[in-house]
């Protein structure tokens, strides 16, 4: 296994373990951990400390905005891309990037292969 890490945090499951079996088909040695609430994203982001997390703004028990505001407070040396429905995409500071949902696959991959400097 890589030392290398991906969070995915997002309220909808089919999305989540949709975009987990993507990484694990194409990027085999990445380890992959998933959460479907800002609660447990939240801890798996602190006791983890991936190397990129995917966050929804939106999830049912705390916006996505804290759970970023805490990882930075931390100073855990993460990139993070936001995962959004929306086509009008406000800036948000301390983010790395905006992946569109539904996500698209190739660009998953390609996002992550940037984001991590994998070849």
Known sequence: M???SVL??????????????????????????????G???LKLAIAHQPHLIFLDLNLPDMRGEEILREVRSRRIPTRIILLTGSDDIAAVPGVNGYLKKPVKPGYLIETIRDMLGIE
């Open 39 to 41: 609660a447990e994203g």
């Open 8 to 37: 995915l945090i997002d309220d909808n499951q089919t999305l989540v373990d949709g975009m987990e079996t993507m990484i694990e088909l194409h990027l085999e040695d990445l380890n992959v951990y998933t959460a479907y609430t």
């Open 2 to 4: 890589s030392d290398l």
